[in-house]
């Protein structure tokens, strides 16, 4: 890297983060040539799924000047119920820029030709939905609930218009490499490109620096939102690499998942519109859990349905929209209106089966608030990324608010010529010996290990027969299947290293055991050194 800047970067992952890194670092750096990956088609992403929206405090009008509050709204209260969420373990410094530059980042979305939904009885105002445990309705949206399809849709176009953007579509990051001969000053070996695979054929990448985007792991559970996509190979490329991961126990569920094959999402926004949760006799069950009821934080929600549903499966948890009514139903939430009908609901007329199903991974590669990752060279954003803005349980639709201003943050560093990377305070974890296991696995047998003993309630015992499940398990050489089994047995490790419980980690054996002050977050890097396996 050069003092001006970097020259030839590569993002890895076509999400939302990675797009907008590569949009926001042509911006910043014209010179600059980026090299974006994806390993399926360059639209396909958790991003593409979203439906709620973005949070964030923006003023009415899009080319205000002012500063950025709505009249019921503000950065301190967007900054308080991020931290509230959090439930302790948030880091303060990161929620006050991912709120702080919230507008900006908005601001740059619409510059690359995203179109927000705009509020039918405030002329030119944006339309403001509410979710759980936001005390504002704040929620920016696109297509009523169709906003990662639009965001995509917008984003891609940018990046296919810009020649300074190469894509490369179908094509496997397996591994970031290291540059041997050359120790950074800051002591450790700098990465200096990624390996892929196409078309079963392998080859080296080099560049400057790299950029993690690859999003999250919904894959390590059995009912999940996430796409197939998502196996957590970006913590895995990380960690391979000598990278810093951090707050990996808590994994999030999403208390409303249609109780279908596949765990369609039925967005949180529904429930900020006044559908409520109710058992099979109609009866509203989450005011017996928490005063906020159907609007409470989300872990709360879905271990209260967990709970619920472990009492006596046949009270059965259903999401009751009836009262909204069809017209508005199907103007607010036109995807969610098909989708429900596709798997024969009528959610106009009749409550709807809902389930918690995996959807966020809070924890990551540690970062800081430009993405640097403790390899120098390597940066990681969006939610492969720990920024430290989500602590143990993520705001609804803060994640993709994070990619937007942490991507644009990343772009600005890498534009500057990237910095130090920083270093942070790690326990070392040597994961070795598990490499000699023999026992071949599926992604089935993976997900029905982690789904019955590391999912919304976990205990102690349950969480030791998973070590030592995944720990029979032989190091696959499907790379996205390695990658899982990693993912999986970090998890793991991270869960049972944590006493007590505290956001999306519930121990039934220790439900109160740090429920005011968790123990700080912890930081795991491997044993040895980053190396070319
Ligand atoms: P992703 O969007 O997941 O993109 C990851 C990219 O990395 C993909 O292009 C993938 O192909 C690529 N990739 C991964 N591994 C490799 C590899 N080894 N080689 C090459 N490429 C690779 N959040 C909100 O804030 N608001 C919402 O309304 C909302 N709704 C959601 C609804 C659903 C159904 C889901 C699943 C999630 C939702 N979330 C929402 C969460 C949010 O969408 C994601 O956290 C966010 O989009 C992640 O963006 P990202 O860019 O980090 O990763
Ligand atoms: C939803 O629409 O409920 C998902 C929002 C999120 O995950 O942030």
């Not at 409520?276 to 989300?298: E, I, K, N, Q, S």
């Not at 390695?482 to 519930?506: E, F, I, P, T």
Request: hydrophobic residues 45%; proline residues 5%.
């Amino acid at each position: 890297m050069t003092a001006g800047g970097v020259r030839r970067v590569v993002i890895v992952g076509s999400g939302g983060a990675g797009l907008q890194t590569a949009l926001a670092l042509r911006r910043l750096a014209p010179h600059c040539a980026v090299v974006l990956i994806s390993k399926t088609a360059l639209a396909e992403s958790n991003t593409r799924y979203a439906q709620g929206g973005i949070a964030a405090v923006v003023p009415d009008a899009a080319d205000s000047g002012a500063a950025a509050e709505g009249p019921h709204d503000s950065v301190a209260a967007h900054i308080a119920d991020t931290l509230a969420a959090g439930a302790g373990l948030a880091d303060p410094e990161a929620v006050d820029v991912l709120c702080g530059e919230a507008a900006q980042g908005i601001a740059s979305l619409r510059a690359a030709g995203v179109v927000f939904d705009t509020s039918a009885t405030d002329a030119g105002a944006p339309a403001r939905g509410r979710e759980a445990a936001h005390s504002a309705a704040r929620i920016l949206h696109l297509g009523g609930d169709a906003t990662g399809a639009g965001l995509v849709a917008a984003l891609t176009a940018a990046v296919r218009r810009d020649p300074g953007i190469e894509v490369l579509e179908d094509t496997l990051v397996t591994r970031v490499l290291l540059d041997d001969d050359a120790p950074a000053l800051e002591g450790a070996r700098r990465a200096s490109g990624v390996a892929v695979l196409h078309g079963g054929v392998a080859r080296d990448i080099h560049s400057d620096a790299v950029v993690l985007a690859t999003g999250g792991a919904g894959q390590l559970f059995a009912a999940t939102t996430n796409p197939r996509i998502a196996t957590g190979d970006g913590v895995a490329l990380a960690w391979r690499a000598g990278a810093a991961v951090a707050d990996l126990e808590f994994f999030q569920f999403h208390p409303t998942s249609l109780d279908v094959p596949g765990n369609p999402l039925i967005s949180e926004a529904v429930r900020g519109e006044g559908a409520r949760l109710v058992d099979a006799g109609g009866r509203r069950f989450m005011t017996d859990y928490h005063p906020d009821g159907d609007l409470a934080p989300r872990d709360v929600v879905s271990r209260s349905i967990a709970q619920h549903l472990a009492r006596d499966r046949r009270s059965g948890a259903y999401l009751d929209a009836t009262h909204l009514g069809r017209a508005f139903l199907a103007r607010r939430f036109p995807t969610l209106t098909a989708l429900t009908a596709q798997h024969g609901f009528d959610w106009s007329s009749t409550p709807v089966p809902v389930v918690p199903a995996a959807h966020y991974w809070m924890g990551g590669v540690r970062t800081d608030t430009s993405g640097r990752t403790s390899v120098p060279g390597l940066f990681a954003v969006g939610e492969v990324a720990r920024t430290g803005v989500h602590g143990a349980n993520r705001l609804a639709s803060n994640s993709l608010l994070e990619g937007v201003v942490f991507g644009a943050r990343c772009a600005q560093a890498l534009a500057d010529g990237g910095g130090t990377a920083p270093r942070f305070d790690v326990e070392h974890l040597d994961l070795e010996a598990e490499e000699t296991a023999t026992q071949p696995f599926t992604r089935g047998e993976l997900q029905a290990v982690m789904s019955d003993h590391a999912g919304v309630l976990r205990t102690g015992a349950g969480l030791e027969l998973a070590r030592k499940n995944l720990a029979s398990y032989s190091p696959d050489t499907d790379p996205e299947l390695a990658d899982l089994l990693l993912c999986a047995r970090l998890l793991v490790h991270a869960a049972s290293r944590r006493a007590g419980s505290c956001g999306a980690h519930h121990r039934l054996d220790q439900p109160d055991a740090a429920p005011r002050a968790p123990a700080p977050s912890r930081s795991y890097a491997r044993a040895t050194e980053g190396t070319h396996p």
